[in-house]
Nanobody
């Protein structure tokens, strides 16, 4: 599976962005998809995840209520709608795929495929 993330950019605090992650290659079916981010000098952290059926979504506490993850299986694309952005949301955002839909969805090591990252910068 190849993942291509896009949609990052510069936005003022309080603004919105929508990230997209397009999957190609092997089947997308059954995969759990996740978004992670990494700020300079910090470890990569879980942001949001969605199971194959999209009936189950998960969020980090820091983004809950502001970010929404969704997926369009027909288009093989996952989205991250980010609203009410804060300067502390500034980071490179990565999409990732777990073909085994492991229960510990917040662990980066459980994701076998990663996109190249897209930079989100939120100015104060």
């Amino acid at each position: 599976v190849q993942l291509q993330a896009s949609g990052g950019g510069l936005v003022q605090a309080g603004g919105s962005l929508r990230l997209s992650c397009a999957a190609s290659g092997r089947t997308f079916s059954g995969y759990t998809m996740g978004w992670f981010r990494q700020a300079p000098g910090k470890e990569r952290e879980f942001v949001a995840g969605v199971r194959w059926s999209a009936g189950s979504t998960y969020y980090a506490g820091s983004v809950k209520g502001r970010f929404t993850i969704s997926r369009d299986n027909a288009k093989r694309t996952v989205y991250l709608q980010m609203n009410s952005l804060k300067p502390e949301d500034t980071a490179v955002y990565y999409c990732a795929a777990d073909p085994y839909s492991r229960s510990l969805y917040a662990l980066p090591k459980h994701y076998d495929y990663w996109g190249q990252g897209t930079l989100v910068t939120v100015s104060s």
